[in-house]
């Protein structure tokens, strides 16, 4: 009750008039002033709270702006704002890269969104490509026997056939396994040799697919966008969703051998735990977490 008191007030009466007085003793609008304070991902969220919350239609509109309409909305936003570009030479610069954050991060979403919604279709060629790929990433050494095959276990698999494991995250969690095992193929190798130890060992193939749906969970809740506006100072990009990705697998293998779980049968419990200190991490807005090897 308190809080939605506060809320009402706050964005109807106590925000306008504070506004108007700062504007009053500064000749600056919000935005400017944003600018002039703040960088990085806190500039960049302060900017979407003021669009967001901001009477002005134009204002508000600005924050669901796609990619392609992003020049014009700056310069809408400067004539609402009467911001003359000769005195304030920086704000289009500055407003621009902001709005690409913004549209950039929604676009993200609904880019990642798509590809999990496709299944592993057993009949799509490309798919039963990637899947090889990631055996032989994985197993060089090793030839699979057949396309179903008690083999699958050896990367962590739970069945003789793959698919039946993708269902959650459909292609996405195929296409992040690849995607670490060949951009960090070193370290893919050294976990996966890690997921094998008698008392400690996990499911590799597994425990990655239940890592892209963390991945997947914290983009969607937003709680990726101080990460992603630190870390990519333009529009953010499924490779950077799969970056990310990479990051959750290494410092998960780290802190599954730190915790030393009794077993696997505790799994959720400390998925959980590592679940919450990543969470807790990206509440810093100055956080960027990228895998430093």
């Given at each position: 009750m308190f809080v939605s008191l506060w809320e009402f007030?706050?964005?109807?009466?106590?925000?306008?008039?504070?506004?108007?007085?700062?504007r009053q003793m500064t000749g600056k609008c919000e935005l400017q002033r944003i600018?002039?304070?703040?960088?990085?991902?806190?500039?960049?969220?302060?900017?979407?709270?003021?669009?967001?919350?901001?009477?002005?239609?134009?204002?508000?509109?600005?924050?669901?702006?796609?990619?392609?309409?992003?020049?014009?909305?700056?310069?809408?936003?400067?004539k609402e704002k009467n911001i003359n570009p000769e005195k304030d030479a920086s704000f289009k610069i500055c407003m621009k890269a902001?709005?690409?954050?913004?549209?950039?991060?929604k676009q993200l979403y609904l880019d990642v969104?798509?590809?999990?919604?496709?299944?592993?279709?057993s009949d799509n060629m490309q798919h039963e490509k990637l899947l090889l790929k990631l055996w032989n990433l994985l197993m060089p050494t090793k030839t699979l026997k057949a396309r179903i095959s008690k083999q699958w276990a050896d990367i962590g698999f739970q069945g003789d056939d793959p698919k039946t494991d993708f269902r959650g995250m459909g292609i996405l969690g195929l296409i992040n396994l690849v995607y670490f095992s060949e951009n960090?193929?070193?370290?893919?190798h050294q976990i996966l040799s890690r997921s094998n130890h008698p008392k400690l060992g996990y499911s590799y193939a597994i425990v990655?697919?239940?890592l892209t749906e963390m991945a997947y969970s914290l983009l969607k809740s937003e709680a990726l966008k101080f990460h992603l506006y630190n870390f990519v100072p333009g529009v953010p990009t499924m490779e950077h969703f799969h970056q990310f990705y990479c990051y959750l697998v290494y410092e998960f293998d780290k802190f599954?051998?730190?915790?030393k779980p009794?077993?696997?049968?505790?799994?959720?419990?400390?998925?959980?735990?590592?679940?919450?200190?990543i969470k807790g991490l990206l509440l810093d807005c100055n956080v960027s977490l990228t895998l430093k090897i």
């Open positions: 007030f706050y964005g109807h009466l106590f925000r306008f008039w504070m506004k108007w007085l700062l600018f002039d304070t703040y960088v990085g991902a806190q500039r960049t969220h302060r900017i979407e709270n003021s669009l967001t919350y901001s009477k002005n239609k134009v204002l508000q509109k600005a924050t669901l702006v796609v990619q392609s309409e992003v020049d014009k909305c700056v310069e809408d936003i400067m902001c709005l690409l954050q913004i549209s950039g991060y969104e798509s590809v999990r919604k496709k299944p592993y279709d960090y193929t070193s370290e893919a990655g697919i239940n599954w051998f730190e915790e009794e077993s696997i049968m505790y799994f959720n419990i400390y998925r959980e735990k590592f679940h919450e200190k």
